[in-house]
């Protein structure tokens, strides 16, 4: 049976939205790779200031490292580059993004976390993983 395995540090909030429209199994539970796995499906969630603080700490380039390990590796960024507070040029991080896209780890930016959530549940949809309900979405 697939299961969607959530990493138990993700914001209640947020991981509760995927969980309530997810129609397989939740576990959370500390994963080493990844906010959401199935099977050969890893998705790092990061917000524009993680993202930043990650390059900046050189943890992106590890979790990446280990993300490959993947058949489909992404990485999902959320918020604005007019979000930033950190004193990251906006052009490192773009890129950064050109190096994990080199990598051949997709990038996907989305606006809202409800966008976000949405997009988790569709990927793991479209490689197979699970069938999504017809009907609303709910937040």
Do not use: W
């Not at 080493?32 to 890893?42: M, P, Q």
């Amino acid at each position: 049976m697939k299961v969607l395995l959530i990493d138990d540090r993700e914001p209640p909030s947020f991981a509760e939205i995927v969980a309530k429209n997810c129609p397989i199994p939740i576990d959370l539970k500390r994963l080493k790779t990844g906010d959401y796995v199935c099977e050969d499906v890893a998705i790092e969630r990061k917000t524009i200031n993680d993202f930043a603080a990650s390059f900046k700490g050189r943890r992106l380039f590890t979790q990446a490292e280990r993300l490959k390990g993947f058949e489909h590796p992404f990485i999902l960024i959320s918020g604005q580059m007019s979000d930033l507070y950190s004193r990251v040029n906006p052009h490192s991080i773009l890129g950064a993004i050109a190096y994990l896209a080199s990598q051949k780890i997709t990038i996907i930016k989305v606006d809202s976390y409800e966008d976000l959530a949405y997009l988790i549940l569709k990927l793991m949809e479209k490689f197979g993983k699970l069938k999504m309900q017809n009907g609303a979405f709910k937040i």
